[in-house]
Every structure is written in C-alpha cells, then in structure tokens.
C-alpha cells in the first residue's frame, strides 16, 4: 500500500508551492489531482513580481519558453464610460501567464510524486492519519483542489452558505488578422467596472492570445452580464464580434468572508481551497502561494505530529498576513438612494487618476504595500 508523510489533493500554485518547499525541507510528499497536466485553467493570469520573487522564478528564464507579457500600465473606469490610464515605467508592475504553461511548469519542478489522472473518492480516519482512495496511507492531507476541492467538503466546507463569486472568461490564440485588428495593448490590461459595483471586467493580451472576463459577486444571470459586457466590448471594437469557443466558468471565495474550516486533526486547507481571494480584486494567485509558504512552517514545525492544535498556527500565520476573517458579518441593506450615491462616488472616483493609479491599482491589484515573504521562508530546516 502507497505511503506517504503528506498527500497534497491538488496540483495549481497552491499545491506545487507547498510540494516544493516541504521537498526542500526533506518531506515525503505527493500530489494527487484528476487532471493530467498540462491542463487548461479558466483565469485572467496575472502574477505580481512578488509573487514570482516568492516563487524563486527568474522572469528572463520563465519567459524564454513560455507567455510572459510585461505589464507596465492598466486601463480602469466602469462600464460605457471613458477609462483611466495608469503607467508604472521601469520594471514592470506585473506580468501576464497562460496558467495551462505556468501551473504545469511549477508542478512539473516541484519534486513531489505526482499521482495526475487520479480522482480523489474519500478519505477515512486511520491511526496516525488518513487512507485515501482505500489505497494511500497519508499522515496529512492538504487540499488544494480550489474552491470545489472535496478535502474542503469533507471537513466542513458548506458550499450551499457561502457567498461565491462567480466568473467567466475565455482566452484563445487570435488569428493574424485579429492581431494586427486588436486594439489592446498588452502591457495594459483593461479593467471595466459594472455599474451597480458588483464586479468587473477585463480584456487581457498576452502576445498573440486574448483573454476576455467578466466576475461578480452576484452570480444571478451571470451569463447574461457576460454577454451583455462582450456586445459592448464589440460595438465600442475593443474585441472580434465572433469569438471562438465558449465561456467557462470558475468560483473562488473572498477570504474576509469565507466560512469554512481551514484546519482538522491531520487535514489543513491551502489556496482557493481556503477562500483566499483579494477582497478588493478577487485574485487568487498570491494569495494561494503565501498560504503554502506560511503552512510549510507549520507542517515543519508539527514534527509529524499533526493533530489540529498543533496546526493552529497555521490559521494565526493566515490572519496575521491576510487579516482576520469575518464570515458572521451582516450585509447592510440600504436604500435606493444610498446606493445611487454610492455608485455616483464611485463613478467620480474611478474617474480620477490619481484613486485609480494609487489606490485601486497600486494598493487593491498589485498590494504594492505588502511586501513579498521571504524566499528563506521555503528553506527550512
């Protein structure tokens, strides 16, 4: 029978960042995921120069065989209204990636064993951990599997009383007519803001592939926001009228409000298994990767002892970087005139280079004020 000290269910940033680090630190570790990668993964796909500093990825090399397109500039305002140019010359503020590139090139470095094209089925309590799949003896179990990784299930995780937001985008190799008709600058990704505030938009090029979204919090008509968002897109000629294939769907959590167990007696939960995502941008990415740096420390520390107490500080070392989380906190209802002053504000505010510049880019998309973990965080001993 299989045995390992630590089975990761889940092989995107999350779980190939853990894999690697508790690698480096000399753990026995494998990765489980249904998938066989390399995989396509719904996702706008920016990553910070922090998050590739965490990451240990030298830009230069990651970029002399796979997508990286530079980012020094975006382009906010809401929805039929003019947008607002934010440069950032010098080093790039950020860098666009085909996530079906970039998880398979972390995954395929972590040095974990990959058990890809397995599907996980259960997990039972056993002395000293848990039997996986009837088959795989773990001493810890990571789930990493993203907001509908079955880990988190098991543990807790109420799907039915959680408020996700819901996304859909495509991304597609344009033709070379399309390329040399696309109006978008790559290196400043456009963001479009719904009128009622809800969420936002975004057309993405990265070289010669497009990437066009749209995510709210209120995921009711959904489909309908994205193609009511797509016809406007076409008729102001910022997109081809017929785009290729259709639009797929993701949903993460926004990590002030997610509800469910982060950590159980030999079970912990890292990434958009979690609920990590930026409140203010709905990013995922660094998140993810942070909760797998701060959770080596805990494991490394566990000394193979993994009960939930000995977790804990896990779910401190969450909090102390992210803020504590308020899951039992109420909406407040307002009325309409409220909200139409609300969205007036913002509508003056998003007009205004310097808030869209210093606040909603520096500060909510690329958190410039939170400095990177340490990369000595992965070299423990």
Not at 103 to 128: P, V
Not at 242 to 267: E, W
Not at 269 to 279: E, N, R, S
Request: some cysteine; charged content about 25%.
């Amino acid at each position: 029978m299989p045995e390992t000290e630590v089975l990761i269910i889940g092989g995107g940033p999350a779980g190939s960042t853990l894999a690697r680090a508790l690698r480096q630190a000399g753990k026995d570790v494998a990765i489980m995921d249904k998938a066989i990668f390399p995989r396509d993964k719904v996702c706008a796909g920016w990553v910070t120069p922090a998050v590739m500093q965490e990451l240990e990825i030298d830009p230069e090399d990651y970029a002399r065989d796979h997508v990286l397109q530079p980012i020094h500039g975006f382009r906010t305002g809401r929805i039929g209204q003019p947008l607002v140019q934010s440069d950032f010359p010098g080093e790039p503020a950020s860098y666009g990636i085909r996530r079906i590139e970039f998880d398979h090139y972390l995954l395929q470095r972590c040095g974990a064993q990959l058990m890809m094209g397995e599907t996980f089925s259960s997990m039972k309590r056993m002395a000293g951990g848990w039997l996986v799949n009837d088959s795989i003896r773990a001493e810890l179990v990571v789930g990493a599997g993203g907001h509908f990784c079955p880990v988190a299930r098991l543990i807790g995780a109420k799907r039915s009383r959680e408020t996700a937001v819901a996304a859909q985008e495509i991304e597609f190799e344009m033709s070379t007519q399309q390329m040399a008709d696309c109006p978008v600058d790559g290196q400043r990704p456009e963001l479009f803001f719904t009128p009622d505030l809800k969420g936002y938009g975004w057309i993405f090029r990265k070289g010669k592939y497009l990437n066009i979204g749209l995510g709210r919090e209120d995921k009711h008509k959904l489909s309908g926001h994205v193609e009511q968002f797509c016809q406007y897109l076409a008729q102001i000629g910022r997109i081809p009228r017929d785009l290729p294939g259709k639009f797929k769907g993701h949903a993460y959590l926004l990590y002030p409000h997610a509800t469910r167990p982060l950590i159980g007696d030999n079970v912990m939960l890292i990434g958009d298994a979690a609920g990590l995502a930026y409140a203010q941008s709905g990013e995922g990415i660094r998140p993810a990767v942070e909760s797998a740096l701060l959770a080596v420390q805990v494991i490394h520390n566990c000394r193979g002892d993994y009960a939930m107490d000995r977790l804990r500080p896990y779910v401190d070392k969450l909090e102390e970087r992210f803020g504590a989380r308020q899951p039992k906190a109420k909406a407040v209802k307002t009325g309409k005139r409220v909200q139409r002053a609300r969205q007036m504000l913002a509508g003056m505010l998003l007009k205004s280079r310097w808030f869209s510049r210093n606040l909603l880019i520096r500060r909510w998309f690329l958190h410039e004020q939170d400095r990177p973990l340490p990369a000595s965080t992965i070299h423990v001993s």
